[in-house]
């Protein structure tokens, strides 16, 4: 079964930095599109990032456009999320997403077109 697992949150300092790694099985992980969300408790999940296949498309929700930057490792079935200048606001909980859709163009922002989703983990930024 489709199985994603996140790695790499923990505590840091505002202004600095961590990678997340999302590590996917059990499906075609080259041909789909994957994402990154986040939620505070009590708050809708929020999309933060998203990319294509090949990555062609990359989308950012504003809020961290210029400080994170989405990748992916076909080979290694692996995406990560690169986080840079961590603000106090960025702490959530952050959840690896993939859109396992045949025939689907996007837009790849919104939580509904997401369709398999990791555990989530922890990232707090003290101020």
């Known amino acids: 079964q489709v199985q994603l697992v996140e790695s790499g949150g923990g505590v840091v300092q505002a202004g600095g930095s961590l990678r997340l790694s999302c590590a996917a099985s059990?499906?075609?992980?080259?041909?789909?599109?994957m994402g990154w969300f986040r939620q505070i408790p009590e708050r809708e999940r929020e999309f933060v990032a998203s990319?294509?296949?090949?990555?062609?498309?990359?989308n950012y929700a504003d809020s961290v456009k210029g400080r994170f930057t989405i990748s992916r490792d076909n080979a290694k079935n692996t995406v990560y999320l690169q986080m840079d200048n961590l603000k106090p606001e960025d702490t959530a909980v952050y959840y690896c997403?993939?859109?396992?859709?045949?025939?689907?163009?996007?837009?790849?922002?919104?939580?509904?077109?997401?369709?398999?989703w990791g555990q989530g983990t922890q990232v707090t930024v003290s101020s």
């Open positions: 990319i294509t296949w090949n990555g062609d498309r990359i």
């Open positions: 997403a993939a859109v396992v859709t045949n025939y689907y163009s996007g837009p790849f922002r919104y939580r509904h077109e997401f369709n398999a």
């Open positions: 059990g499906f075609l992980f080259s041909s789909y599109t």
